[in-house]
């Protein structure tokens, strides 16, 4: 396995020339649907009179447009697509890839490289654009695209009807009882023996340094007043500079870096 | 393959497409070869191949462009090796500051406060994304260069690229494009910060010897770092050596060249390196304190050019706590000779009232400064100041106007340095617009007016922008008295120099004494009845003779609505 960031530089040293071809959004959606081996056309070089004449024919059972709504059948994407041939110009433009495995399964990825390699696949040499054959068809294809692009996100729907069932009257909701029911099962909290709750508090203490009064009570589960006494034992209320007003053990009971000292 | 032969005859006549064909078909083939095989064209030979296009489904590998500009001279064939990684220094920026987790100085809950907090606001926090982050490319090792490489956003927006290679079996594969990445080198060489550029920037036009401007900002920086060494070496033979290479080719001022020139002699010839560094360094400093207050003398000089720097210093009772940021040197020891004038007034009344003007007018000169950088016109500044003085209460009106002349006054005197540059065509054309000002309402003026008008001439032959304030306070001056309104051109003198003839009000002990004896009156109603166009003087001398009277005279005070007043009894 290559070390990690190391570009693989086998494909600029052999000057592999490659093409970088513009093609047209729908022409990528029919491509993303060829099956097999993933045959999706024939390219066409021609030479005419000292012009290279380049043309994209497309598959026949790729023409079938998805459409949403009814008119999916009617329309079909043009099959010629001439390449407008265009010089690299200034730019120096190489291809890189990278193959990134997935995170998970880094040693054992699919391609047997690890995540992330780099290697150079070659330069551009040449620039197209490829461009459908004017035609009724793609006029037509067209004219469906722009309908679908041009309905607004939102739009307003007249109702029959008012819409009523939105909220009833309830005697008491259903949340409200839940919660009642709850706290009664609860019951008031008891206060438990002290040394208990000095347990429970030094081992919250030791997680973080800072507490809200009320996290402590969920925490401990004990009386305000009652906690707060033993609060004032062993800890300081400071304000913090903070909207919430914390607690956290006194200096002399605190000692974050190994174990807790007590009392 | 037959049509393939006959393609590569007929690709070298057609050199743009030719090199791009053969390449794609074989890797090895290359315009020379081509060019090599080439036998007789076949015109009009219209030979087509196909070729299956395949789009392969599966890969795991993402095909992304990196671009270089044509500028930087790329050649990725001269690579030996490269490394390539993200960029990741931005990380911290997304990733907020982490409180401790757990243990100290955390607290419990924090991150989901933190968060609740944020959904409150509508803080939107942008993720960091490692696939948008730029790449680091290094090619050839330690020594070679750097790129960074910048995502190009909007490619996959509308149209995709593919890239389209050539297999084995003469089929092409098509590879989406997943991203574009803008590769611009890094400069490894040393560069200037801001701040440096920007001296260097105002130094343009001395500096001959661009070279050096990097070399002395290394030199500065050693010596930053060594300075216990340099001090303990200032020997003699150091000293000599400040003709070092350095900045030898700047122009200095002449005195700068004599002093150097003759320690130059001796050592210049035949000295190691390190030694010569170290004079530098010695030479380094000095040279740039000397430009440097070089530098700020020929400020000083510019701002000093003309007479207005007499008149600087008087506004300082007002306006004393502000100073502008350009000309904190010139103004710093004004304000304290300036300060003698006021005063006189002010250790005589310590009325509050002073001060209700003072902070009158500081307030007028804060909008004064404000303004001021948009080349207000006199005009304007003067209408400002009396859409102030229409605010205040009517018994106090008059005074407040003669107050806010004096400050116009003042104010005015200050304005023009502050130009600096732009002063000569401001002046040029302030004065170019009032070329008739003193001809009109020639009629409507008195004989002192005129004499003053004529006065004014001079003064405007002599240095343009004083007398081109002087006629715009004039204004202010006569809008008070009836006189009519446009074009005006007041009489008063410029530097108090002009005779009071015909002055129907003397300033004496004895009048100030009439007017103490019949009524309290506060130094403002003092001024008023003293007006300066009436007396002939100026409002600082009027101020100056007006202290010594009341020292004089020494009446008793009053405070009378909260304002102090004198008066007499006798």
Redesign the interface.
């Known amino acids: 396995m290559s070390d990690k960031g190391e570009v693989d530089l086998t494909g600029a040293k052999q000057n592999t020339g490659v093409w970088l071809v513009k093609v047209p959004k729908y022409l990528s959606q029919q491509w993303t649907k060829a099956t097999g081996r993933g045959e999706v056309g024939k390219l066409r070089i021609c030479k005419n009179q000292g012009k290279a004449e380049v043309s994209f024919t497309l598959n026949e059972e790729l023409t079938t447009v998805d459409t949403i709504g009814e008119k999916s059948s009617m329309v079909r994407a043009p099959r010629e697509h001439p390449f407008t041939l265009q010089t690299v110009g200034g730019q120096t433009l190489a291809v890189f890839t990278e193959n990134s495995s997935g995170q998970s399964d880094a040693e054992a990825g699919g391609s047997g490289t690890g995540p992330d390699k780099i290697a150079l696949e070659g330069l551009v040499v040449q620039r197209a654009e490829c461009r459908p054959a004017v035609s009724e068809n793609y006029m037509k294809l067209k004219k469906l695209q722009i309908e679908e692009l041009s309905k607004p996100m939102r739009f307003s729907q007249q109702l029959d009807k008012a819409v009523t069932t939105n909220y009833k009257p309830v005697a008491n909701h259903a949340y409200n009882l839940d919660y009642e029911r709850k706290k009664k099962e609860e019951g008031k909290r008891a206060r438990a023996d002290k040394q208990q709750v000095l347990d429970m508090l030094f081992s919250a203490f030791e997680k973080h340094q800072y507490y809200n009064i009320k996290d402590l009570v969920d925490i401990t589960k004990q009386p305000v007043i009652y906690l707060k006494e033993i609060l004032r034992d062993i800890g300081i209320y400071n304000v913090k500079g903070t909207h919430k007003n914390t607690w956290e053990l006194k200096p002399e009971y605190r000692h974050y870096q190994n174990e807790e000292k007590s009392d | 393959m037959s049509a393939l032969q006959e ?1 590569r005859k ?2 070298v ?2 050199m ?2 030719a ?3 053969s ?2 078909f074989s ?1 090895v083939i ?1 315009g020379t070869s081509c060019s090599a095989v080439m036998t007789s064209l076949g ?15 599966n890969t ?13 001279k ?4 001269t ?7 993200r960029d990741m220094s931005n990380r911290r920026i997304y990733g907020e500051e982490e409180t401790p987790d ?8 924090k991150k989901q ?1 933190e968060e609740a907090r944020r959904k409150k606001y509508g803080i939107v926090t942008k993720e960091f994304k490692v696939e948008d982050q730029p790449w680091i ?1 290094k090619v050839n090792g330690k020594a070679g260069r750097r790129f960074k490489g910048l995502k190009k956003g909007g490619v996959t927006e ?8 050539q297999c084995a079996d003469g089929a ?1 594969e ?1 590879f ?3 991203s574009w990445y803008n590769f611009t080198p890094q400069a490894k060489h040393r560069t200037l910060t801001a701040e440096e550029a920007e001296e260097e920037w105002g130094r343009r036009n001395k500096v001959v010897n661009h070279f050096s401007i990097m070399l002395q900002r290394r030199l500065r920086q050693q010596e930053q770092g060594e300075e216990e060494e340099e001090e303990g070496e200032k020997g003699g033979k150091k000293k000599k050596k400040k003709g070092g290479r350095g900045g030898d080719l700047r122009i200095h001022d002449l005195e700068d060249d004599l002093e150097m020139s003759s320690d130059e002699s001796d050592g210049s010839n035949g000295d190691d390196d390190e030694a010569k560094s170290k004079a530098k360094q010695d030479k380094g400093p000095k040279g740039k304190g000397k430009k440097k207050k070089k530098k700020k003398g020929s400020d000083l000089e510019g701002f000093e050019d003309s007479d207005d720097g007499d008149f600087e210093g008087l506004e300082v009772d007002y306006m004393s706590d502000e100073s502008s940021s350009e000309e904190e040197e010139p103004e710093k020891p004004k304000p304290s000779k300036g300060e003698d004038v006021p005063k006189g007034i002010d250790e005589m009344s310590e009325s509050e009232e002073e001060s209700e003007e003072e902070n009158k007018n500081e307030e007028d000169g804060k909008e004064e400064e404000e303004e001021e950088d948009g080349k207000k016109t006199p005009v304007q500044v003067e209408k400002k100041k009396k859409k102030d003085s229409s605010g205040e209460s009517d018994s106090s009106e008059d005074s407040d106007i003669e107050g806010e002349a004096a400050s116009a006054l003042f104010m005015k005197k200050r304005t023009p340095p502050k130009r600096g540059g732009v002063r000569g065509s401001a002046g040029s054309s302030r004065t170019g617009s009032r070329p008739g000002t003193p001809s009109i309402d020639s009629a409507a003026t008195s004989n002192t007016l005129r004499a003053a008008a004529n006065k004014l001439e001079q003064g405007k032959r002599q240095t343009t922008v004083p007398s081109s304030e002087t006629p715009a306070t004039k204004r202010l001056k006569m809008e008070p008295s009836p006189q009519s309104s446009s074009g005006k051109s007041t009489p008063q003198p410029v530097s108090g120099k002009s005779t009071p003839s015909s002055s129907d009000v003397l300033l004496t002990e004895d009048a100030v004494r009439r007017y103490l004896i019949r009524k309290p009156m506060t130094t403002k109603d003092l001024l008023k009845k003293f007006q300066t166009k009436r007396t002939g003087l100026s409002s600082e001398q009027t101020v100056n003779v007006l202290a010594q009277i009341l020292k004089r005279l020494n009446p008793e005070r009053k405070n009378i609505n909260d304002k102090m007043h004198f008066y007499l009894t006798e």
């Open positions: 393609q007929c690709s006549v057609r743009q497409c090199c791009s064909y390449c794609m890797q290359n015109s009009s030979s219209s030979s087509a191949t196909e070729y299956v296009v395949r789009v392969p489904k795991s590998k993402k095909y992304n462009i990196m671009a270089f500009n044509a500028g930087d790329v050649s990725c064939s690579w030996t090796q490269a490394r390539m990684e757990g243990a100290a100085g955390s607290e419990f809950g406060r490319l509308n149209a995709s690229y593919y890239i389209f290679t092409f098509a989406p494009v997943h």
